[in-house]
């Protein structure tokens, strides 16, 4: 059951006499602007149980980056810089979902970290971070509907290619306009099937390795000396796998932005974020080193302009027959059609912030009877069906540059995660409030600088194969494109709207959350699970 929406006096009393008491007061045009935000942000119903929650987090946007962006790195950049790359990107998502964590626990808004860099550090820097992770969900969206066509070329090339596209397409739509609870009950069965195929993916592949395989016998480590490996193209096919993994990991913070829709988040989320490192662990990076031991890098199909054949498909095949790998191809298609529905998922509610925010037109903020922003579902759905259409220019090529775009536009966010979480607690210290944290990172303040300066150097160096052996001006652009774009929205915004920079003693540091216990008591009858009665103070 939705939280019931309150009158405007009766919420500014509740907040005062909350579980948590702040000495923050905004003026009374901030109230205004807050109770504004509420309104909108409280008709998203808190729909999704933990159990749909925990999976989603664990499985849901596990998709086309690992299932074929590995592949890619392992033919441009060999087994090496495959388990290198994967596991520094791995530990800097870490650092950035500990960061993440307890900013979305503290504050479970439907924007999340989005909402946090306007709220922490400026109403333009949050703008651009809005608007740039709006895009990167509609361009993942079309990435996974163009990896459909990629893996239907594993049976045949006669099947025409933007018929499975648009058939998920609508599927996804449909599944995201229904209702909240259709789009995680879905999210929920192919995240487990997801996750039970990796595991199965892990256990067949030491065995094959070991030599349970049909024709290639005892395999060990011998593919990581053939040819050029274990490093291949030298620092430019090095740098290019971040970019790569940073697609395969992105998504991984987008689980956050499921606590405005999240029965009792400050508790669930916590949850999720500590699971994080063995999903880490276990998915990508064990998945890495299985990759990079039993294919050697220049297997025919892995990487071609026009093709890319699964590294999980070929595993299967190297240890049975036709019919294994026909049957883990067709899981890892259900595994992308998951991956296209949470990003189009996280695409609409950061539009539907986007408006509930001021910072796109209000008509985003339409919602249905089941509280879902149906304007936005349809806004970004379009987006990626038009991005999706480019494909006629060859899938595979399409699917790189769209997976570079994504790549960059997700390590952006990651430092501005560190950013924000920086600023958060230098605006908690200042206001005596660290005590009020219900989950700590505990990598603070070294967590945040990583995401920072680590994130910065890869983002510039990963683009050297454009430059290298000549250069290649679309590759240049998906490399780079983001950033250029990313500032110009903020110095526009910050010129139209004169915002300032928040400072650490006058952030707002509203908590906005009641735990179970401290809710039923007051409102027995709706049945707890971390129903929200603060005022929203966003921006």
Request: net charge positive; with cysteine; charged share 15%.
């Amino acid at each position: 059951m939705s939280l019931p929406e309150l009158p405007h006096d009766k919420l500014a009393a509740d907040a005062q006499k909350g579980p948590y008491n702040h000495d923050h007061s905004p003026s009374s045009q901030d109230r205004t602007h807050s109770h504004d935000v509420h309104v909108n942000e409280d008709r998203l119903a808190r729909s999704l149980s933990a159990r749909q929650v925990q999976m989603i987090a664990i499985g849901g946007t596990i998709g086309t980056g690992l299932f074929l962006g590995t592949g890619k790195a392992l033919a441009t950049g060999g087994p090496a810089s495959l388990l290198i790359c994967y596991s520094i990107v791995g530990a800097i998502v870490y650092s950035t979902m500990l960061a993440l964590g307890e900013m979305a626990a503290f504050v479970p808004v439907a924007g999340s970290f989005c909402t946090f860099a306007g709220r922490y550090v400026d109403d333009a820097f949050g703008f651009a971070l809005t608007w740039n992770y709006w895009f990167n969900d509609a361009v993942s969206t079309a990435a996974d509907l163009v990896a459909l066509q990629l893996l239907m070329q594993y049976w045949t090339d006669v099947f025409p290619w933007y018929a499975l596209g648009i058939i998920v397409w609508v599927l996804i739509v449909l599944a995201n306009v229904i209702n909240v609870r259709a789009y995680g009950e879905l999210e929920y069965w192919l995240s487990l099937l997801k996750v039970v195929t990796i595991i199965i993916f892990i256990i067949l592949s030491i065995a094959v390795n070991a030599g349970g395989n049909q024709g290639y016998g005892y395999i060990g480590g011998k593919y990581w000396l053939q040819g050029d490996a274990p490093f291949v193209g030298g620092i430019g096919g090095f740098a290019s796998v971040f970019v790569t993994a940073s697609f395969a990991y992105g998504g991984t913070e987008s689980i956050a932005i499921t606590a405005g829709e999240t029965r009792d988040p400050a508790r669930t989320l916590p949850k999720v974020v500590r699971n994080v490192f063995w999903r880490i662990l276990l998915f990508y990076i064990l998945s890495a080193l299985m990759i990079g031991l039993n294919i050697p890098y220049n297997y025919p199909g892995l990487s071609t302009k026009s093709s890319r054949t699964s590294p999980f498909t070929i595993a299967f095949q190297m240890a049975g027959s036709k019919a294994a790998g026909s049957f883990v191809n067709a899981v890892i298609l259900t595994s992308v059609i998951s991956a296209g529905n949470h990003a189009l998922y996280a695409g609409s509610r950061l539009l539907f912030t986007l408006g509930a925010n001021g910072h796109a037109p209000k008509v985003f903020t339409r919602l249905t009877r089941y509280q879902i922003p149906w304007v936005a579902v349809l806004t970004t759905s379009l987006v990626s069906i038009v991005l999706f259409s480019l494909s006629f220019a060859g899938s595979g090529q399409v699917w790189t540059w769209l997976q570079n775009i994504v790549g960059v536009s997700n390590q952006l966010s990651w430092v501005c995660i560190g950013i924000a979480s920086l600023r958060f607690r230098a605006g908690l210290k200042a206001q005596g409030k660290e005590h009020l944290l219900p989950f700590k990172n505990w990598t603070y303040p070294v967590g945040p600088w990583i995401c920072i300066v680590l994130n910065s150097f890869i983002i510039l160096v990963q683009g050297w194969t454009a430059f290298s052996p000549s250069f290649g001006a679309v590759d240049f652009v998906s490399f780079y494109l983001e950033l250029p774009v990313f500032v110009a929205m903020i110095v526009l915004w910050k010129l139209l709207k004169k915002t300032k920079f928040r400072k650490a003693a006058e952030m707002d540091l509203e908590t906005d959350v009641y735990t179970k216990d401290d809710m039923e008591p007051v409102q027995s009858g709706w049945k707890g699970t971390g129903k929200r009665i603060g005022t929203w103070f966003c921006f």
